[in-house]
């Protein structure tokens, strides 16, 4: 099973928006809505962003949405802010009780 | 609150063997699964293996097949999570996690993290 493959980087602006993409295959994402986002800032335990593609645990900020097309999911922060600077990490459902987590991106805030 | 607590660093010689524990408070342990989950250094995160007490039941990443044992003790809401025939390789951070299934269904995200237990595998 191959990691699901994310940009290595993307920055923006505070006050933009940018979307972080985590691509993968008709095997994990293309066939199940089970996708989740974790964002890690360096040396600390990943915190759960975004969960079955689209939803938001209580807590975590509006500003940061999901969604999926065919094989491939986005997470998008909008109205960028210093603290969001962190590795983000896509993570899917690949079928026989089995996961497969992003490459990971690493988010710059200019 | 669930409460995932790890047991402490662990240095090995490569060809041998380490035991992770994952003591879980708050929830219904037998509930939920727990997720094994790795980061070697300045790497990526990677799935290891998942157990669903409920159902005394455990699933692998091919990778590590034939090389992990991932169990869980009910009686004490703990989680263990044993990597045999260390290489250098195998130096990381290892981290617990649950998964809030209910029953014998993965919850299919993990919304609570153990603080990580650092593995170095050297000579």
């Known amino acids: 099973q191959s990691a699901l493959t994310q940009p290595a980087s993307v920055s923006g602006s505070p006050g933009q928006s940018i979307t972080i993409s985590c691509t993968g295959t008709?095997?994990?994402?293309?066939?199940?809505?089970?996708v989740s986002w974790y964002q890690q800032y360096p040396g600390k335990v990943p915190k759960l962003m975004i969960y079955e593609v689209s939803k938001r645990p209580s807590g975590v900020s509006n500003r940061f949405s999901g969604s999926k097309s065919g094989n491939t999911a986005s997470l998008t922060i909008s109205g960028l802010q210093a603290e969001d600077e962190a590795d983000y990490y896509c993570?899917?459902?690949?079928?026989?009780?089995?996961?497969?987590f992003g490459t990971g991106t690493k988010v710059t805030v200019l | 609150q669930v409460q995932l607590v790890q047991s402490g660093a662990e240095v090995k010689k490569p060809g041998s063997s380490v035991k992770v524990s994952c003591k879980a408070s708050g929830g219904t342990f037998s509930r939920y699964s727990i997720s094994w989950v790795r980061q070697a250094p300045g790497q990526g995160l990677e799935w290891m293996g998942t157990?669903?007490?409920?159902?005394?039941?455990?699933n692998y990443a091919q990778k590590f097949q034939g090389r992990i044992t991932i169990i869980a003790d009910e009686s004490t809401s703990t989680a263990y999570m044993e990597l045999s025939s260390l290489r250098s390789e195998d130096t990381a951070v290892y981290y617990c996690?649950?998964?809030?299934?209910?029953?014998?269904?993965?919850?299919?995200?993990?919304?609570?993290w153990g603080q990580g237990t650092l593995v170095t595998v050297s000579s």
């Open positions: 996690s649950r998964d809030p299934g209910n029953g014998c269904n993965y919850g299919y995200y993990f919304d609570y």
């Open positions: 008709s095997s994990d994402v293309g066939t199940y809505n089970l």
């Open positions: 993570c899917s459902y690949a079928g026989s009780s089995r996961y497969v």
């Open positions: 157990i669903i007490p409920i159902c005394g039941v455990a």
